[in-house]
């Protein structure tokens, strides 16, 4: 994954050049050069799918939906 450096995509991509690569918002010539790297450097996009497919197991219905549901709770809870 390849996403700018802002909002939620932050949480999505948990360790730069890890899991992902992060560019500056807005930043084209960033955004040319992450897209360059993962075409031409295949031990470096091996690895980012791996561990990207890995993060993306964060990010399940099956795990986020009971988060969502407990901040739910929280502020039923907190408005009686």
Known sequence: MIASASGGLLDV???DGVDGLL???GDAGALHAAMLRVLTDRDLAAGLRA???QR???FTAA???PQI???YRACIA???
Request: hydrophobic share 40%; no cysteine.
């Open 63 to 65: 795990r986020v939906v």
């Open 69 to 71: 549901e407990e901040v």
């Open 23 to 25: 560019v500056p918002p």
């Open 51 to 53: 561990n990207g497919q």
């Open 78 to 80: 907190a408005a009686r």
């Open 56 to 58: 993306g197991l964060d």
């Open 13 to 15: 991509v948990g360790e």
